[in-house]
């Protein structure tokens, strides 16, 4: 969403919990910085977390006039709607998809989609160059489960790495797109140790 945005022209801000995905943003030219912070400067939010109340009433209460929240990770919980309605004193429609909540102190706040997911609640849904990978997954992944159900213990597992390369490949080819393969001699030098400095 980060790179989509900001090929759009928009000063992008990346709020994080995680030091390695904040440095990861930062290392691909994202300003990174806490919400209480972003929340103060920002126009436009997007919870991508699939986590609970990302957007909470001590961030609706400094956001700018006329701000836009919407959910594009998970539920409608990653914004904590009933906060929102808390802090309001009117809630109404502007226009299909978006209600206005007219805050206790003069600004407003646009919640997009009822704070569901947005290219669900306000748009149609995931496009189809999408959900074929998701669907492949999904099957691939019981096909995995159902021949080595044995040796499975009962607990959630990762996407094993093979599966997601093959639907990778898969995908760029379907777009005329492939990538290299690896010699043996290279293979060899990386599964080895002797060689290198």
């Given at each position: ?110 919640l997009l989609g009822e ?67 690896l010699t043996k001699e ?12």
């Amino acid at each position: 969403m980060a790179s989509r945005v900001r090929g759009l022209g928009a000063r992008t801000i990346v709020t994080e919990i995680d030091p390695l995905r904040g440095l990861e943003a930062v290392m691909d030219g994202y300003e990174v910085m806490p919400m209480k912070e972003a929340a103060k400067i920002g126009n436009i939010f997007i919870t991508l977390t699939g986590n609970k109340h990302v957007l909470r009433a001590e961030h609706f209460a400094v956001m700018k006039d006329n701000a836009i929240v919407c959910n594009s990770g998970h539920f409608n919980v990653e914004i904590d709607i009933p906060a929102l309605r808390k802090l309001a004193k009117s809630v109404r429609p502007v226009r299909e998809f978006v209600d206005e909540y007219q805050m206790k102190n003069g600004r407003s706040v646009h919640l997009l989609g009822e704070g569901r997911l947005i290219n669900l609640a306000a748009a149609e849904g995931h496009p189809a160059s999408v959900m074929d990978m998701s669907f492949a997954n999904q099957a691939l992944s019981v096909e995995h489960m159902t021949a080595y159900h044995q040796t499975l213990d009962r607990r959630v597992y990762n996407v094993p790495k093979t599966i997601d390369r093959e639907i990778s490949r898969l995908k760029l080819a379907s777009m005329g797109m492939f990538v290299d393969s690896l010699t043996k001699e290279q293979e060899h030098y990386l599964a080895s140790w002797q060689e290198g400095t």
